[in-house]
């Protein structure tokens, strides 16, 4: 039982780049989350699911897409990547019932941009 | 100040030690959750205390909530090397299935 496997786990893009992070969870869980991670900054969310098809914005949606095609997986895009983007992007899941369900967190994926 | 903001910044204690950290938080709640970070590692939940539970225990880990105060704590008892890592409050917007995450407290415990 893997939990949530985010993938890849390091990548340096240069500006004007595109790129797709992949999140897969085996956990059958309903919610899906992408979330960024900088110094000082805590955890900000970027976009969630609550089901395969359906997608919202979160906090800090700006320059990212994603899609969530499968149940299993929630991708990450960066259409034209910039140095702001610089972070640790982290993928959670939770239950059905996510508001009342502890989420679950991939190991992340580090993302430098030149 | 956004919600959920953890409470200190940083904690350095001697192992064997009790480790307290808080987080106060803005809106009404249903519940709250604390999660540990290890350095590298995503995020792993810790315990959830409802809004009508006013004490929670797990293991070495016991958590508070006063709605009334809009306020959490987290102690950790008799700390060892191993909780070295930082600590999260996480509450829900209200309203909606999303989370707010403070910026953490970071626990150093030393040998």
């Known amino acids: 039982n893997a939990g949530v496997t985010q993938t890849p786990k390091f990548r340096v893009l240069k500006t004007g780049q595109s790129m797709t992070l992949l999140c897969a969870q085996d956990?059958?869980?309903?919610?899906m989350y992408w979330y960024r991670q900088d110094p000082g900054m805590g955890l900000r969310l970027i976009h969630y699911?609550?089901?395969?098809?359906?997608?919202a914005k979160g906090e800090v949606p700006d320059g990212y897409n994603v899609s969530r095609l499968k149940k299993q997986n929630f991708l990450l895009g960066l259409e034209s990547a910039a140095p702001s983007q610089t972070s640790v992007y982290f993928c959670?899941?939770?239950?059905?019932?996510?508001?009342?369900?502890?989420?679950?967190f991939g190991d992340g994926t580090r993302l430098s941009i030149l | 100040s956004q919600q959920g903001e953890e409470d200190p910044q940083a904690l350095s204690i001697q192992e064997g030690e009790n480790a307290t950290m808080n987080c106060s938080y803005k809106?009404?709640?249903?519940?709250l959750q604390w999660y540990r970070q290890n350095s590298g590692r995503g995020l792993v939940h810790l315990i959830l205390?409802?809004?009508?539970?006013r004490e929670k225990h797990s293991g070495r880990l016991r958590v508070t909530l006063d709605t009334s105060k809009k306020s959490s704590s987290l102690l950790i008892t008799a700390s060892r090397a191993a909780d070295t890592a930082s600590y999260f409050c996480?509450?829900?917007?209200?309203?909606?299935?999303?989370?707010?995450f403070g910026t953490g407290t970071r626990l150093k415990v030393l040998a």
């Open positions: 959670a899941s939770s239950k059905e019932t996510g508001g009342n369900q502890p989420q679950h």
């Open positions: 956990m059958n869980h309903e919610y």
């Open positions: 699911s609550v089901g395969e098809g359906t997608t």
């Open positions: 809106t009404s709640i249903n519940n």
């Open positions: 205390i409802r809004s009508n539970e």
């Open positions: 996480a509450t829900p917007t209200s309203g909606t299935y999303k989370y707010i």
